[in-house]
């Protein structure tokens, strides 16, 4: 019997896939071998790659996985992302902030690209990342030496290693043209401290810009400017332009865009909350806010396609004359930082002087005006003393609050804590004639 088959010897070879099916018919029509370079000049590839596929060799394979760099930092970043406490924990409010912690505190070693794709093909990791707010800001440039922006970073929750919690500000002034930043960690946004930080920020740059936008901040602004009035300036702030030679130019009330080159850094800014539960005391908090500073100043910005800090070297000429250090010195702050200890004292120039209680293991700021001492925790004032000679003063409602705390029996606590003054001031004077 005679048996007739049609059979399609046609095949489309779209892929290397299709190889081994092309092998199939090649083998029972005989035909030989194809053309693998032809083959391979079609689909794009290598020759030797698609006679691997001709002949099966790629079945079965099992490939080896790659390991990244960063596989060794998988678990640290687990830690870091996932703390078992989250109060007193570092925080990173995007993937840059993550990368430079990593590659300035343990030496990691990859570029940023790669970096980003790790964390963004690791969906715990990525899922931290998103929804993190992007500030958008409006194209404009300004001449050199034309003008400076300011603006607060306002009320970081900051923790240190021993679980002392504070709010802290940083005070941010970036030149418009360079994209130069000053920044500074202050413990309030008072006058003081905004008066303070624009002087020796204009001392930096060896001079100052002939214009500093502004917000419509209370310290700055008496009455906001809005679309239907130009505002009003606070007359001491006029009063601290017009000594150091700038003009003032306010914003519009809730357009935050137009001031976008300073708006911008805030979450360079963030960053600090890195090191969020990692630090020891606010030395060290200013020494990090520095260091960040510094780095952002380095590292190339997309405006203008250099570093901030080598632009600035041009705009510096631009900048006007500072004015004396006699009208300088006028709205410099002297102030320290301390920790107020276990009774209720903190330290200034070896005298140690009282606070209420509930600020014990907080650190305050201290305020030197003439012969007194400020005492401030965030934006509150909580004391004020005279400069003694005298080894430890307390204010005596502060005494009071402490004995209160010590003693909680039936006793007649007044009495006691007259007694107890008594002794401090006997001390006192035992010590005066030592010295």
């Given amino acids: 019997m005679k048996m007739i088959f049609n059979i399609n010897t046609n095949i489309e070879i779209n892929n290397l896939k299709d190889l081994k099916n092309l092998k199939n018919i090649m083998e029972v029509n005989k035909l030989g071998k194809p053309n693998f370079s032809k083959l391979a000049k079609e689909l794009g590839v290598d020759r030797r790659t698609v006679k ?29 992302l996932f703390p078992t406490n989250p109060k007193q924990a570092p925080m990173f409010f995007y993937k840059s902030h993550l990368y430079r912690f990593l590659k300035r505190e343990h030496n990691l070693n990859v570029e940023q690209n790669t970096f980003n794709h790790y964390i963004l093909n690791h969906n715990d990791f990525s899922a931290y990342f998103k929804g993190k707010k992007v500030v958008e800001s409006i194209k404009s440039e300004k001449p050199f030496g034309e003008q400076a922006q300011f603006d607060w970073k306002e009320k970081l929750k900051f923790t240190f290693k021993d679980g002392t919690v504070m709010l802290i500000n940083v005070a941010c002034l970036v030149l418009s043209a360079s994209r130069f930043k000053v920044w500074k960690v202050c413990p309030s946004t008072s006058q003081n401290y905004l008066f303070d930080f624009l002087v020796n920020a204009f001392e930096l740059l060896e001079g100052v810009p002939k214009e500093v936008l502004i917000d419509n901040a209370s ?107 006699k009208v300088c010195s006028l709205y410099k702050n002297q102030t320290h930082t301390a920790k107020v200890n276990k009774n209720s004292l903190f330290v200034y120039k070896g005298k140690e002087y009282s606070v209420p209680p509930e600020y014990i293991g907080k650190y305050v700021h201290i305020l030197i005006e003439q012969d007194e001492l400020h005492i401030y925790y965030s934006k509150k004032m909580i004391a004020l003393h005279r400069i003694s000679l005298k080894k430890v003063n307390y204010k005596e409602n502060h005494h009071l609050a402490m004995m209160g705390k010590t003693f909680k029996t039936e006793i007649n606590i007044e009495e006691l804590a007259k007694e107890h003054l008594k002794q401090l001031e006997s001390f006192n004077e035992q010590i005066s004639r030592i010295t």
């Avoid at 060799?57 to 640290?76: A, F, G, H, P, Q």
């Avoid at 800014?269 to 060290?284: A, K, P, Q, V």
């Fill in 52 to 80: 691997k596929y001709y002949e099966g060799k790629n079945e079965n394979k099992v490939r080896k996985k790659k390991i990244s760099k960063i596989d060794e930092y998988e678990e640290l970043i687990k830690k870091l």
């Fill in 219 to 325: 310290t700055m602004m008496d009455i906001a400017r809005t679309e239907k009035s130009e505002g009003k300036v606070n007359s001491k702030f006029q009063q601290l332009a017009d000594d150091i030679g700038f003009k003032v130019k306010p914003c519009m009330a809730r357009r935050p865009n137009t001031k976008a080159k300073v708006e911008s850094p805030m979450k360079l800014i963030d960053e600090i909350m890195s090191y969020n539960g990692l630090l020891e005391d606010f030395t060290e908090l200013e020494e990090k806010i520095e260091l960040l500073n510094n780095e952002a100043n380095s590292r190339i910005c997309q405006a203008t396609g250099y570093a901030p800090v080598l632009v600035f070297k041009k705009e510096k000429e631009h900048l006007l004359t500072l004015p004396s250090d």
